[in-house]
């Protein structure tokens, strides 16, 4: 009896960062939900960053990934012209340099 092409399909449907493939609507209105102080297109000072473990990195890192990185183009892509007006393309495309569980932490000094 296999049993490896159920554990591999369980990681794929429960280990999600070993998902491959699309990202989903869903994802894109939590990233615009959760993220929504973090993406606005108005100038904020001082910036907020996101911070791993909060919800919106949780979103972040619910994305689908291209290789090693998380497919944030893909969330982009699926902005309609409303989520355009209020949201910074730019901002999202750079959640990942912030939230990405692999990424290497900022240190304090």
């Known amino acids: 009896m296999d049993t490896g092409g159920t554990a591999r399909q369980w990681r794929r449907y429960h280990g999600s960062h070993q998902v491959i493939g699309t990202c989903t609507i869903e994802q894109k209105d939590a ?3 959760h993220c929504e102080n973090f993406i606005k297109r108005e100038q904020q000072t001082p910036k907020p960053i996101p911070i791993q473990g909060q919800p919106c990195c949780n979103a972040v890192n619910k994305v689908p990934r291209k290789g090693k990185d998380i497919d944030i183009q ?3 892509d ?3 012209p409303t989520d355009k007006e209020k949201n910074d393309a730019a901002k999202i495309l750079n959640l990942p340099n912030h939230c990405q569980e692999d990424a290497p932490l900022l240190q304090a000094r």
């Open 31 to 33: 990233i615009l939900q």
């Open 74 to 76: 893909c969330i982009v």
């Open 78 to 80: 699926k902005l309609t």
